[in-house]
């Protein structure tokens, strides 16, 4: 089964960026759509953003949009969440998926309930 990392979280002040990968070790996923989600204090895990198994599509929440960019460098098995414009509120765990069960579909999911396989998240703090 495929392994993944996430990695780039921190503490930053409201307004800042900042870019977060997810690396796959073992076995690629560049058959698959990936995504990232979210779990903030209190709060159930949300979807964040996703793209297809070519980053062709991509798909954000309503609440990123504008200001949260994914990406998929498959040669190098990495995806990333580039995020600007920063707001406290999106203090949060953050984690990245695979969908394992769909092949070189042309979409993506948005349920957490589609993702296989999860990274143990990377902690974002955005500091007002």
């Known amino acids: 089964q495929v392994q993944l990392e996430e990695s780039g979280g921190g503490l930053v002040h409201v307004g800042d960026s900042l870019r977060l990968s997810c690396v796959a070790s073992?076995?690629?996923?560049?058959?698959?759509?990936m995504g990232w989600f979210r779990r903030a204090p209190g709060k159930d895990r949300e979807f964040v953003a996703a793209?297809?198994?070519?980053?062709?599509?991509?798909g954000y929440a309503d609440s990123v949009k504008g200001r949260f960019t994914i990406s998929r460098d498959n040669a190098k098995n990495t995806m990333y969440l580039q995020m600007n414009s920063l707001k406290p509120e999106e203090t949060a765990v953050y984690y990245c998926a695979v969908d394992l069960s769909r092949y070189l579909w042309d979409s993506f999911p948005t349920s957490i309930y589609d993702y296989d396989i999860w990274g143990q998240g990377t902690q974002v703090t955005v500091s007002s």
């Open positions: 073992g076995r690629t996923f560049n058959e698959y759509a």
């Open positions: 793209l297809t198994w070519n980053g062709a599509k991509t």
